[in-house]
């Protein structure tokens, strides 16, 4: 999982959210106070005070707020592999262990950190492990099952799109129309980002720069690092840098 940017605010009169394309990662909202509206192919919404709103990776919507109202919120953006949603979820957060408590704590830590990245990410995995535990979120069935054992196990492996289509028992040209219609991504695409998800995990666990490059499969430190930015918008070693540094503020406190 990686945490892209977060905020704990109050919006102004002329906000809205236009995502004319799949924006690739979640959005993340828990409104405290206002009246905003949700639309996509799918279906429109009223979004409620209190539930947990996670927004389209891989689908276009808007997001509007009624003229007047006082638009206040915990938002987050969420980059997380093998969860691809293609239309807005609610989720009451009385139906997890803790979630309200999860999300107060997160609008605390924003108000009160200089640095809250490293506890926001670890709240955000304790909910979406609850919300996969309880079923509310479960990942695209191409993503799942044999493909995703696959990709676990060979991180750093060049894994050919016929041995993830032998996996499931297609086709190479079928399974490629198949993951662009369910996913919206070539398994390519899949590859690279599953490599890079594995490498922000070997960065935390303290391995260095060229072993995590290495241990997904790059043998040229060039490459890895634009592939990395590419994704993540930042370097390894800023990611790195940032984790290590938000790790030793929790671990003074």
């Known amino acids: 999982m990686e945490l892209i940017c977060w905020g704990h605010t109050t919006q102004n009169e002329n906000w809205q959210v236009k995502a004319d394309h799949a924006p690739g990662y979640i959005r993340v909202y828990q409104l405290d106070s206002g009246t905003v509206y949700y639309e996509d192919s799918i279906q429109a919404v009223t979004l409620q005070k209190d539930l947990i709103y996670l927004l389209p990776s891989h689908n276009t919507f808007r997001l509007t707020k009624e003229p007047g109202s006082v638009f206040r919120c915990l938002w987050l953006h969420v980059n997380l592999y093998l969860l691809l949603l293609q239309t807005i979820h609610s989720i009451d957060p009385h139906h997890l262990t803790g979630a309200d408590e999860l999300f107060s704590y997160m ?21 979406f492990y609850q919300c996969q535990q309880k079923g509310f979120l479960n990942p695209p069935r191409l993503l799942s099952g044999k ?40 398994p390519y695409q899949l590859i ?31 490459t890895f690092e634009r592939a990395f930015k590419k994704c993540y918008s930042r370097t390894a070693s800023e990611y790195q840098k940032n984790y290590k540094s938000f790790f030793n503020l929790l671990s003074s406190e």
Do not use: W
């Open 107 to 127: 609008k605390s830590v924003i108000a009160g950190e200089a640095n809250p990245e490293y506890i926001i990410s670890r709240c955000l995995e304790i909910f």
């Open 147 to 186: 493909i995703a054992g696959l990709l676990e196990q060979e991180p750093g492996m060049h894994l050919s799109v016929a041995k993830l289509a032998e996996a499931e028992g297609y086709t190479a040209e079928h399974y490629i129309r198949l993951l662009k219609k369910e996913c919206g991504m070539t």
């Open 192 to 222: 690279i980002n599953f490599r890079m998800a594995k490498a922000c995990s070997f960065l935390c666990e303290g391995f260095s720069i060229t072993q995590a490059a290495e241990l997904t499969g790059y043998h040229d430190i060039k």
